[in-house]
């Protein structure tokens, strides 16, 4: 007996889609919010700087959002190893570093 569905078909997609836009608003606002905190409270020297970084980093961030929105939409590609390599390989040179 399978179990009975509420959801539309595309519904999972849709709410993923929406997930990775509240995402992308949240690190709008937290950029802005950083940004002005460095612009006011950062010394003057480094102020410029602070506000350059936050804005980098909100932009790289934004750019991971719409990245993520438009793979939704495409078929998936046979990365999985390739990141569960990465994985492993990452934690053999955790554990290595850990270890000397």
């Known amino acids: 007996m399978t179990p009975a569905r509420d959801d539309p078909p595309g519904a ?3 709410r993923t889609m929406l997930a990775w836009r509240r995402t992308g608003v949240s690190f709008t606002v937290l950029a802005l919010l950083l940004a002005r905190l460095a612009a006011v409270e950062a010394p003057r020297p480094f102020a410029p700087a602070a506000v350059a970084a936050v804005g980098l980093t909100w932009a ?25 390599g990465l994985i492993l390989l990452y934690c053999v040179t955790g554990t290595l570093l850990l270890v000397s």
């Open 12 to 14: 999972q997609l849709e």
């Open 60 to 84: 790289g961030a934004v750019h991971l959002t719409r990245v993520r929105i438009r793979s939704l939409t495409r078929p998936m590609r046979r990365t999985l190893p390739l990141v569960v």
